[in-house]
């Protein structure tokens, strides 16, 4: 066949030709599919987690502001940390938290102090449960874990929460009978049937069954000091949350507990009360302190050792102090401790208890006055101290020899309150 000849094809057969064009835009194509799916998946896992914002959850919500992220792949996790596990509702999660301590204020502070009430601000409308500030996980209630400062609900005559190392305290009405009725021979102008009803319970040792009489508020409160400054009779109903049920005249406030002595010590209850301050340990009267037109229908039995003056300074306007008899008790002992306050009239009230050591070397003011401090069950903290001398600007306390009477473990005589 030479060059000019035709080509021949056989019958019923086609020429073969690879298609290299369609394949290489094929595999061109499929190529950028998946660079676009690496890089994709690379910067999703790249992506930092979302904030959490805390929407007010365990307190102190900061108005929902950025709460610190939390990493919740482990090897996010800072190394001064703690490793650990948080398990919610049978799930155990890697997400790590660092340790936290919760710094108490003291049961005794007033509400205008309140600095750290454990309600969140935040913009979700979280209400936190938990104490100071938290990280809160979804709007509603969240308790979150958080450092604070104060113990929710804290009031002059104690903390609602039952707090380790405070007396716990009940609330009582003389006008009222045990099921809420009015007592028809009460009048509250007259100072001696408000005296009567002290002297009995005085009598009876200040056991629950003198009590069984008198209308008892539901609430407990729990206090570590007694230093309370002049308010308002109504403050005291109102904060055992019975202020629409008991008038602001004729009650008394209980406070029960068994303290231990952490060392030998020979010492006394100084105090002032407006109305009425009483004192009792072992089930004996150690201490009677009232308005002097109170004084003689609630001293009872009980004699002063030393001359109540009038005229010398003193905490209240008007409510001089008294001195109690000297107590001696040896370490780890363990005193039945019963504390009485009451309102007699309405109007004010106030009340101070302090503490005296034999042979202790104290301050003394211009006019060779000691200076005391306040009985209290727990270690007296800044705050406190800062409290205190606002509210008593024209008093001085001691604040480096202080004794601590701690409230045993077992409290059994406080527990008679919860019955």
Same mark, same amino acid.
């Given at each position: 066949?030479?060059?000019?000849?035709?080509?021949?094809?056989?019958?019923?057969?086609? =020429?073969?030709?690879?298609?290299?064009?369609?394949?290489?835009?094929?595999?061109?194509?499929?190529?950028?599919?998946?660079?676009?799916?690496?890089?994709?998946?690379?910067?999703?896992?790249?992506?930092?987690?979302?904030?959490?914002?805390?929407?007010?959850?365990?307190?102190?919500?900061?108005?929902?502001?950025?709460?610190?992220?939390?990493?919740?792949?482990?090897?996010?996790?800072?190394?001064?940390?703690?490793?650990?596990?948080?398990?919610?509702?049978?799930?155990?999660?890697?997400?790590?938290?660092?340790?936290?301590?919760?710094?108490?204020?003291?049961?005794?502070?007033?509400?205008?102090?309140?600095?750290?009430?454990?309600?969140?601000?935040?913009?979700?409308?979280?209400?936190?449960?938990?104490?100071?500030?938290?990280?809160?996980?979804?709007?509603?209630?969240?308790?979150?874990?958080?450092?604070?400062?104060?113990?929710?609900?804290?009031?002059?005559?104690?903390?609602?929460?039952?707090?380790?190392?405070?007396?716990?305290?009940?609330?009582?009405?003389?006008?009222?009978?045990?099921?809420?009725?009015?007592?028809?021979?009460?009048?509250?102008?007259?100072?001696?049937?408000?005296?009567?009803?002290?002297?009995?319970?005085?009598?009876?040792?200040?056991?629950?069954?003198?009590?069984?009489?008198?209308?008892?508020?539901?609430?407990?409160?729990?206090?570590?000091?007694?230093?309370?400054?002049?308010?308002?009779?109504?403050?005291?109903?109102?904060?055992?949350?019975?202020?629409?049920?008991?008038?602001?005249?004729?009650?008394?406030?209980?406070?029960?507990?068994?303290?231990?002595?952490?060392?030998?010590?020979?010492?006394?209850?100084?105090?002032?009360?407006?109305?009425?301050?009483?004192?009792?340990?072992?089930?004996?009267?150690?201490?009677?302190?009232?308005?002097?037109?109170?004084?003689?229908?609630?001293?009872?039995?009980?004699?002063?050792?030393?001359?109540?003056?009038?005229?010398?300074?003193?905490?209240?306007?008007?409510?001089?102090? =008294?001195?109690?008899?000297?107590?001696?008790?040896?370490?780890?002992?363990?005193?039945?401790?019963?504390?009485?306050?009451?309102?007699?009239?309405?109007?004010?009230?106030?009340?101070?208890?302090?503490?005296?050591?034999?042979?202790?070397?104290?301050?003394?003011?211009?006019?060779?006055?000691?200076?005391?401090?306040?009985? =209290?069950?727990?270690?007296?903290?800044?705050?406190?101290?800062?409290?205190?001398?606002?509210?008593?600007?024209?008093?001085?306390?001691?604040?480096?020899?202080?004794?601590?009477?701690?409230?045993?473990?077992?409290?059994?005589?406080?527990?008679?309150?919860?019955?």
């Amino acid at each position: 066949m030479n060059a000019e000849s035709p080509i021949q094809f056989e019958a019923g057969k086609k =020429t073969r030709r690879f298609a290299w064009g369609a394949f290489s835009i094929s595999v061109l194509v499929h190529g950028i599919f998946v660079l676009l799916a690496i890089f994709y998946f690379y910067t999703w896992i790249k992506q930092p987690p979302p904030e959490v914002t805390n929407p007010g959850g365990g307190g102190g919500g900061n108005k929902g502001a950025s709460a610190t992220r939390i990493q919740t792949r482990a090897h996010a996790v800072a190394p001064a940390m703690t490793p650990g596990k948080v398990t919610v509702a049978g799930v155990i999660s890697d997400v790590v938290l660092p340790d936290s301590t919760i710094e108490m204020m003291d049961v005794g502070m007033p509400s205008s102090v309140m600095a750290s009430s454990g309600e969140g601000g935040g913009s979700n409308g979280g209400k936190g449960l938990g104490i100071g500030s938290g990280v809160g996980s979804s709007t509603g209630m969240g308790s979150g874990p958080g450092v604070g400062n104060g113990f929710m609900d804290t009031t002059p005559f104690g903390s609602r929460e039952e707090v380790a190392g405070a007396m716990p305290g009940r609330f009582y009405d003389f006008k009222q009978t045990r099921q809420g009725k009015a007592v028809e021979d009460y009048v509250v102008t007259r100072y001696e049937d408000f005296g009567s009803r002290v002297t009995k319970i005085h009598d009876g040792n200040f056991r629950p069954t003198a009590f069984r009489k008198f209308f008892e508020a539901p609430d407990i409160l729990h206090l570590t000091q007694i230093a309370i400054p002049l308010s308002d009779a109504g403050s005291a109903p109102k904060f055992f949350n019975v202020a629409d049920k008991v008038k602001p005249s004729g009650w008394l406030i209980h406070y029960r507990g068994e303290v231990v002595c952490n060392r030998d010590v020979n010492f006394r209850f100084v105090g002032t009360g407006d109305d009425y301050l009483g004192v009792f340990v072992k089930g004996r009267c150690k201490l009677v302190a009232a308005w002097p037109g109170v004084r003689p229908h609630v001293i009872g039995k009980w004699e002063p050792a030393e001359p109540i003056s009038t005229s010398a300074p003193t905490p209240l306007p008007g409510g001089p102090l =008294t001195s109690g008899d000297w107590i001696r008790a040896k370490k780890g002992e363990k005193l039945e401790l019963d504390i009485g306050i009451g309102e007699c009239p309405g109007g004010k009230v106030g009340f101070v208890l302090m503490i005296e050591e034999k042979d202790v070397e104290y301050r003394t003011t211009s006019n060779g006055q000691k200076v005391l401090p306040l009985f =209290t069950t727990e270690s007296i903290t800044d705050t406190v101290r800062e409290r205190v001398v606002a509210d008593f600007p024209n008093w001085e306390f001691e604040w480096d020899k202080v004794p601590v009477f701690p409230v045993s473990k077992d409290n059994k005589i406080g527990a008679d309150f919860f019955k």
